[in-house]
């Protein structure tokens, strides 16, 4: 996946939220148009095969559980994280605590 595409994909979801509900669970028809978004977009220049909506739920189940872990990691106390730069893991300390976190 592009940025290019996951943009497309985040912009799309985000105009259908409604049909998300609470926890952003959204049906196959909202992945199918997502993909269908994706791959009419001409500004894309897409690697590989045009996306379906089952390419399109995994690549949200995917981003959703990332942003879920980050947001686990942004909640410990002590653990740093912002949006330009990250968790700013510089040095082997730091590097051991994020691996034994991971």
Same mark, same amino acid.
């Given at each position: 996946?592009?940025?290019?595409? *996951?943009?497309?994909?985040?912009?799309? =979801?985000?105009?259908?939220?409604?049909?998300?509900?609470?926890?952003? $669970?959204? %049906?196959?028809?909202?992945?199918?148009?997502?993909?269908?978004?994706?791959?009419?977009?001409?500004?894309?220049?897409?690697?590989?095969?045009?996306?379906?909506?089952?390419? *399109?739920?995994?690549?949200?189940?995917? =981003?959703?559980?990332?942003?879920?872990?980050?947001?686990?990691?942004? $909640?410990? %106390?002590?653990?740093?994280?912002?949006?330009?730069?990250?968790?700013?893991?510089?040095?082997?300390?730091?590097?051991?605590?994020?691996?034994?976190?991971?």
């Amino acid at each position: 996946w592009q940025d290019a595409e *996951v943009d497309v994909l985040l912009h799309h =979801l985000i105009e259908n939220r409604a049909s998300g509900g609470d926890g952003g $669970n959204f %049906s196959m028809p909202t992945y199918n148009s997502a993909a269908a978004a994706i791959n009419t977009d001409g500004t894309i220049q897409t690697i590989g095969p045009p996306k379906t909506g089952k390419m *399109v739920k995994t690549k949200w189940t995917s =981003l959703k559980k990332t942003f879920n872990q980050i947001e686990v990691y942004r $909640n410990v %106390s002590g653990f740093h994280w912002d949006n330009v730069r990250g968790a700013g893991i510089e040095g082997t300390a730091a590097a051991s605590v994020w691996d034994t976190y991971v």
